[in-house]
């Protein structure tokens, strides 16, 4: 499904949007990087050439808005999602210094909420505190992994997250959560059995036990 451009777009035959190209990259890397070498590379120069765009500073928002990170769609605002996992595929790829991989981790931290979590990528708007969300706060913990943020809102992130979930959250954020959590070192004791319950309501839908078992192992190294 890997294009002429280097994106994997979300169905073959379709490069845009693009962003299904990070999560190839993170595949390609941890089963066979030397095999998949030629995919990893167009696919790291697609994402280096389609980064998000910045919009001016105002006080409408209260995020950077001058950072750039990916974006759901091509020639659009970073947003959380999309950014955390394009800085997966770079780390998996061995670009973890790359400035633009940087850049990337600098956009998740400033997207941090004051009390800690995330939301698809917006702090303040129109005076508006914008409330955290589970699985973006999940998915950005994860690539976070190792980071360091001396505002201390990581840690919030990590607190918040673990308040957040339980045995009643849907097993897509409850993945997340789990691979976010354990990516911080912040696993809750009850995620064996939280996930365990959360597959029995899954066993139909493939995309849900990957993701369930995926959480089970934690994101791979």
């Known amino acids: 499904m890997q294009g002429a451009s280097g994106a994997v777009g979300i169905r073959a035959g379709e490069d845009a949007p693009g962003w299904p190209t990070s999560l190839a990259i993170v595949a390609w890397s941890k089963v066979a990087a030397a095999g998949y070498a030629a995919h990893i590379s ?23 808005t001058q950072l750039v ?4 769609a091509e020639q659009t605002h970073s947003w959380v999602e999309p950014t955390a996992l394009a800085v997966l595929a770079l780390k998996a ?13 600098a956009v998740l931290l400033d997207r941090q909420l004051p009390g800690g979590g995330l939301n698809y990528g917006n702090t303040y708007v129109l005076g508006q505190l914008i409330r955290p969300h589970v699985q973006p706060t999940g998915i950005a913990l994860v ?4 980071e360091q943020d001396s505002s201390g809102r990581l840690a919030k992130s990590a607190a918040w997250l673990r308040r957040s979930i ?18 911080q070192g912040a696993l809750p004791s009850q995620a064996d059995e939280w996930l365990a319950n959360a597959a029995g309501q899954s066993v139909t839908n493939t995309f849900k036990l990957a ?10 190294k």
């Open 211 to 220: 993701l369930l078992a995926l959480a089970a192992k934690g994101w791979p």
């Open 42 to 64: 167009r696919g790291a120069s697609w994402l280096l050439a389609n980064r998000g765009e910045v919009i001016a500073r105002t006080p409408e928002f209260g995020h950077n």
């Open 143 to 146: 690539a976070l992994a190792g």
């Open 166 to 183: 339980g045995p009643e959250t849907t097993p897509q954020s409850l993945a997340w959560a789990l691979l976010g959590l354990r990516a």
């Open 69 to 72: 990170g990916w974006a759901y």
């Open 93 to 105: 790829a061995g670009r973890s210094s790359d400035p633009a991989a940087r850049e990337g981790v």
